[in-house]
Every structure is written in C-alpha cells, then in structure tokens.
C-alpha cells in the first residue's frame, strides 16, 4: 500500500506545483528557483537511493541522477549570476521542496526491493511531471533567451533519465519479491 502511495504522492505534489505556475506565468527568477528546487529534490533523492539500494543498477541511476541534476544546477546558478539574477523563490519551488522532503521521509521507512521499486517509481513519476512543467510552463514562459536555450538544452537528458527509470521499473518488476 505504501509503495504505491510514492509516485502518486510525486504527481499530487508535482501536478499542484504545476497547476500554481501554469495558473499566473511564473518569472525568470521564479523559473530559476523552481529548476534548481527541481534539481536538488532529486539529487537528494539519488544520495538516498545510493547509500540505501542493494542493487548496483539502482546505484548506477541514483549515481547518474546525482551527477547530472548537479550539472544542471551548477549550470543555472552560473547563468543566473552571469545575469545578475537573483532566485526568486514561489509557491512552486517550496511545494516541490515539500514534496522532496515527503518522498525522501517515504523513502527512509523502506528497504531493499520495496525501496527500490518506490524509488523508481517516484523517478518516473517526477521526471514525467517534469517535462510536462518543462514543456507547458517553464520553457513557454522564460523571458529571457540565454534561460530558455538553457532549460531547452537540458530537456532530453531528462528524457533519457524517465526512458531509463522505465526500463529500471520493468526490470525490478521482472524480479519479484
């Protein structure tokens, strides 16, 4: 029962988030802080999955998810300074912090392959509701170019995380227990 709770408490949460930003466009430093919130809840999220899984492919995602959602941040800050813009933090990026600190409590109460499928599952979850918030608000509705080639350029990577956390998904559903 708990486990799926988790990705439906990530698109609950996510899905509020978006409803929020889609209903008043959010600004670019509105837009900032949300990318790097984003980011940070599932780097905190891969740390967990790294030190809790027993499983090296779940490991190698989580190490994967730390690594480039650093990028992405480390990306955007540099941006934002170079701009001179200051995160602005919203309703969305704090309800996406909430969200993160919910899923990483939900996390914490598990282990072994129940963790690992809830862990997952939320992977999958968050990085659907993150390309729809991509594609729907945040791209639409940056202002400037540098920002909006930013958020455009780190799109498919998180195609190819959801593409990967499907196939994880499938995998850990094939093995039982």
């Known amino acids: 029962m708990r486990l799926s709770r988790i990705p439906m408490l990530a698109t609950l949460a996510l899905s509020s988030t978006l409803c929020v930003a889609q ?5 670019d430093p509105q837009i900032a802080a949300i990318v790097v919130t984003a980011n940070q809840v599932d780097i905190d999220a891969g740390e967990l999955a790294k030190s809790k899984s027993r499983s090296n492919d779940v490991k190698a995602f989580a190490q994967q998810m730390i ?5 992405v941040n ?21 309800s996406l912090k ?8 939900s996390l914490k109460a598990l282990k072994d392959k129940p963790f690992d499928r809830a862990y ?4 999958v979850a968050y ?9 729907k608000t945040l791209i639409p509705s940056a202002q400037n170019g540098e920002l909006k080639a930013l958020l455009v ?9 959801l593409e990967h956390a499907r196939h994880l998904q499938a995998e850990l559903g094939k093995s039982g227990g």
């Open 153 to 161: 350029k780190v799109r498919p990577a998180f195609v190819a995380h």
């Open 67 to 71: 690594t480039d959602h650093s990028g």
């Open 98 to 105: 909430q969200g993160g600190d919910a899923n990483l409590a």
């Open 23 to 27: 209903s008043s466009q959010p600004t």
């Open 74 to 94: 480390k990306a955007a800050t540099d941006l934002v300074q170079k701009l001179g813009v200051k995160p602005e933090d919203n309703p969305t990026s704090q």
């Open 120 to 123: 997952i599952a939320h992977e």
């Open 127 to 135: 990085h659907e509701s993150v390309l729809s918030a991509l594609d």
